[in-house]
């Protein structure tokens, strides 16, 4: 048998200069571009991966925004007053304010007023409130507009870590000295909507109930979240407090 030449036992020794410079070349171009790809292959898995944890913060920082327009919304009172409403009678003591414009109506009590505010982020603020000024009883409605990410009111996350995340977000219990204390009551989901209870307090001054409708919907280009908040405070009579929860429950799209 034929002895095998020592240059055939190792690919990278060649008895032809020619051959072998060329060959070598051919194999170091080969590694090369085989690292390079490597290279690549890493650098794309590095940026999809940062890309994804890119879109996580957007949408994280998207929701802490709107999180915060809803609670700034908790603190609102109405400033002007608008008379232009429709109305017809649900009951004797109620009548159903409409906004064809954002597609919604409400209950709201017979004698109440209708106010419009600044938006201040928001896309619109509607309130409604009674006429005598020794209440601090209140509905309004805050409409605030959404990017793509959030399409339905679970894209905050479940009902209860959405009620710890805005109540959390306004306590201020824990400053020195010591400022608003939040606590929550209560939270259910329900065709659609989100539903909140809880309080707020500052100190020295009466504690305020708060209850809250958050729903989402479209106008045809993007979607929006609307919340609607009443509140009353302790010193308020069972029959206000009544009002604000059955005029919040009102709450509807048309």
């Known amino acids: 048998m034929a002895a095998i030449s020592p240059w055939f036992s190792s690919p ?5 200069p020619r051959v072998s410079s060329r060959y070598i ?10 690292s390079v790809s490597a290279a690549i292959s890493v650098l794309d898995g590095t940026n999809e991966e940062q890309q994804r944890i890119s879109s996580r913060d957007h949408v994280g920082m998207k929701r802490r925004e709107v999180m915060l327009q809803i609670a700034s919304s908790a603190f609102f009172l109405p400033l002007a007053i608008s008379p232009a409403f429709a109305e017809t009678n649900v009951a004797e003591t109620f009548r159903v304010y409409t906004d064809e414009v954002n597609k919604y ?18 896309k619109s603020i509607t309130a409604f409130y009674p006429q005598e000024t020794s209440t601090a009883a209140n509905v309004s409605i805050a409409i605030t507009g959404l990017g793509p990410d959030f399409t339905r009111m679970e894209s905050f996350g479940k009902v209860e870590a959405f009620a710890e995340t805005l109540v959390s977000g306004l306590d201020r219990s824990w400053q ?13 989901a329900s065709k659609g909507f989100y539903y909140i209870e809880y309080t707020l307090q500052n100190p020295g001054e009466a504690r ?17 979240l609307y919340t609607v908040t009443g509140q009353f405070t302790d010193d308020e009579s069972a029959e206000q ?6 005029t919040v429950k009102s ?3 048309i």
């Open 25 to 34: 070349k051919t194999i170091t171009d080969s590694r090369r571009c085989t």
């Open 251 to 253: 709450f509807k799209f």
């Open 12 to 16: 990278l020794s060649f008895s032809n």
């Open 176 to 188: 020195k000295p010591a400022g608003v204390t939040a606590k929550l009551i209560d939270s259910r």
């Open 208 to 224: 305020k109930h708060l209850y809250s409708a958050i729903g989402m919907a479209t106008n045809g280009w993007y979607n929006r």
């Open 105 to 122: 109506e409400i209950s709201i009590p017979q004698d109440w007023q209708v106010g419009q505010a600044e938006p201040n982020g928001f």
């Open 241 to 246: 407090s009544s009002k604000i929860q059955k």
